[in-house]
Each structure stands twice: as C-alpha cells, then as structure tokens.
Nanobody
Framework: QVQLVGSGGGLVQPGRSLRLSCAASGSIFSSDDMGWYRQAPGKQRELVAVIASGGRTTYAEPVKGRFTISRDNAKNSVYLQMNSLKPGDTAVYYC????????????????WGQGTQVTVSS
C-alpha cells in the first residue's frame, strides 16, 4: 500500500516562495511518474505539475514558469518549488503516483495521502 505524505506548506505573502515535499513509501518509486495536484476551496482537484520517471516535466498553464517539480529517487521524494506565489495558488497540495491512459491522460494510482496547505495572502 503506497503512502504519500506532503509537507512544506504554510502562509506566505504574494510574490514569495515555498518548497513542498512529498515522501512516498511502499512502491517502486523510481519507475513511477509523479504529479502534484492542488484543490482550492469549492473547486475540483487539478493536476499542476508532472515529472516522469525519466525526468521529463510538464506544467499546467497557471503555474508554468513559476513552479518547478523535481524528484530524488534515492529518498523516494518529489518536490515542488513554487516561486512568485499568487493568492490564486491558495489550496491544499497533494502528490500522487500517475498512470497514463490510451488517450494520453493522467490518472492517479494511489489513495490520496496527507496534503499540505498553502495560503498566499498579504
């Protein structure tokens, strides 16, 4: 059973930075594609960043150029560096293992673990 634990969130002012971490256990991490999702109050959970097992990264348009996803396979961890934060980035952030369906769309492979709250406010 995969366990995913997010950390590193907090309250920050607009324009500042945060680095989120997600520790994974119970799976072969290095062969997994991993993603960061976020869920704002009253909104659906959305995928914001993906890092493939080979290191290729993709980002959702709202975060492109501001967020950077990375991974450390030796530590079974994935990270999200968030710069130039905006109030619209306020959400609970989660990571998950990803699969890809025949249409090229991502889907999650693990149960949702502990997210981490990010609040951007002056």
């Amino acid at each position: 059973q995969v366990q995913l634990v997010g950390s590193g969130g907090g309250l920050v002012q607009p324009g500042r930075s945060l680095r989120l971490s997600c520790a994974a256990s119970g799976s072969i991490f290095s062969s997994d594609d991993m993603g960061w999702y976020r869920q704002a109050p009253g909104k659906q959970r959305e995928l914001v960043a993906v890092i493939a097992s080979g290191g290729r990264t993709t980002y959702a348009e709202p975060v492109k150029g501001r967020f950077t996803i990375s991974r450390d396979n030796a530590k079974n961890s994935v990270y999200l560096q968030m710069n130039s934060l905006k109030p619209g980035d306020t959400a609970v952030y989660y990571c998950n293992r990803l699969g890809i369906d025949y249409r090229g769309s991502y889907y999650t492979l693990a149960s949702w673990g502990q997210g981490t709250q990010v609040t951007v406010s002056s």
